[in-house]
């Protein structure tokens, strides 16, 4: 069955580093998705992008954050300078659509960012 | 806005035992509505969903029905197994935008 893949599982950085989360959507998914869960909170959207831009963005996606897919296979979230507050699971979705989302999202295995 | 709120956890059975895990809903419209799970270590999965009332979702012996007029998707299982022990997770999706809106997750622990 395909995957979602994420890598690294789990990044450690210091206060005011910029981290890369990466991932690896399946390959003929056009929709794709980064949310987060601050440990025992809810999952909170961050971003989608389509077509090679930024779908929608929630209020936690500011200035900080931004996603690329620079080579038509990996996805990135990059946090510019990272703040304690950032620490969470990332997690990286991607979906085909073909019928109107009745498939669901596919989801990645999180990345757990730790800032220190 | 549109929520989701699910019964808090953790949920605690024996082995074989029925299941319900509680949801309830607020939309403005008619979501889309899911259950994911999240076993220890491993990313988030599609357990089941319903696109519209009185649809029943159904997997691995999980089944829930969207509820309009109690705006719920409770899940249940009548026979549950310590194979089932992880995190559950109500979410819902409006067709204007395709996010999913989350309930916290209800932890489930099943002992033999």
């Known amino acids: 069955e395909p995957e979602v893949t994420q890598t690294p599982s789990h990044q450690v950085t210091q206060m005011g580093q910029e981290v890369i989360l990466r991932c690896v959507p399946i390959s003929n998914h056009l929709y794709f998705y980064w949310y987060r869960q601050i440990l025992g909170q809810k999952v909170e959207f961050l971003v989608s992008?389509?077509?090679?831009?930024?779908?929608?963005k929630s209020e936690i996606f500011d200035d900080q954050f931004s996603v690329e897919r620079p080579d038509g296979s990996n996805f990135t979230l990059k946090i510019r300078s990272t703040k304690l507050e950032d620490s969470a699971m990332y997690f990286c979705?991607?979906?085909?659509?073909?019928?109107?989302?009745?498939?669901?999202?596919?989801f990645g295995s999180g990345t757990r960012l730790t800032v220190v | 806005g549109d929520s989701v709120t699910q019964m808090e956890g953790p949920v605690t059975l024996s082995e074989e035992a029925c299941l319900t895990i509680n949801c309830t809903y607020t939309a403005t419209g008619y979501p889309s509505l899911f259950w994911y799970v999240q076993y220890p270590g491993e990313g988030l999965q599609l357990l089941l969903k319903a696109t519209k009332a009185d649809d029943k979702g159904s997997n691995k012996g999980f089944e829930a029905t969207y509820r309009k007029e109690t705006t719920s998707f409770h899940l249940e299982k009548g026979s549950v197994q310590v194979s089932d022990s992880a995190v559950y997770f109500c979410a819902l999706t409006m067709d204007s935008n395709y996010q999913l809106i989350w309930g916290a997750g209800t932890k489930l622990i099943i002992k033999p």
């Open positions: 979705a991607s979906e085909g659509r073909l019928d109107s989302l009745l498939a669901g999202y596919t």
């Open positions: 992008f389509y077509n090679n831009e930024i779908s929608e």
